[in-house]
């Protein structure tokens, strides 16, 4: 990246991180190009220079926001999304430490980010990011551990509202409880371990496996 293209995008992520700012304060219906351009510290110009509308920062923001938490997951972790058909089952395990270390992080790290995203879900279209994860990742994961489809929806929902609700709490208390012990919390909530050891998770997964391999021969 050159000089320019530096400028120009430490300038685009000013404009983003105003954006979720003043979100904190009102509905994004409400929020105007010279609230923005005040809260970065831009002439409107340079916001017009980026954008034709606030609808277009809107969308970069919520690229900002995605590509920003994936910053924080290891190469191998990413490339699964990449590589789901080819993982072993125990890779495809993402209640575990390598999968929930970064996740909050990233959360004790942004803790008023991720409070302003949560509140508004559907501004970021964080909903429509959601089904793309159901039906390129989740689904795919769920076919190889042979889950029936018609409930899927269902398992998913248990499971995600149920982490975003320990985490809550967590936040409230300003994060202060240690990451490791969050992670043992919602793996006790989700897997009935008593500690979050990648033994025992495989473990829990190689009974499920013979389990499903017995019923069907």
Known sequence: M???????????????????????????????????????????????????????????????????????????????????????????????????????????????????????????NFEDVHKEMFNVVYNTVLDKFGYPKENRNYVMMYYLNGIMAVITEWIKEDCSKPIEDIMEIITGCTLGLKNNSERDIHNIMGEYLNDDNSEQT
Not at 61 to 81: G, P
Request: charged share 30%; with cysteine; hydrophobic share 35%.
């Open 2 to 124: 050159n000089k320019s293209e530096s400028k120009y995008f430490n300038t685009a992520v000013k404009m983003d991180l105003a954006l979720i700012s003043l979100l904190k304060e009102k509905p994004f219906e409400y929020i105007t190009v010279s609230e923005i351009c005040k809260k970065a510290g831009v002439n409107r110009s340079t916001f017009y220079l980026h954008y034709e509308t606030i609808g277009d920062l809107l969308e970069e923001t919520t690229r900002y926001l995605l590509n920003d938490f994936w910053t924080y997951f290891t190469e191998d972790v990413k490339s699964v999304k990449d590589n789901l058909n080819e993982c072993e089952l125990h890779e495809l395990v993402f209640i575990s430490d390598k999968y929930l270390s970064p996740f909050l992080t990233y959360v004790k790290d942004n803790k008023e980010i991720f409070i302003t995203i949560m509140l508004h879900y559907k501004t970021f």
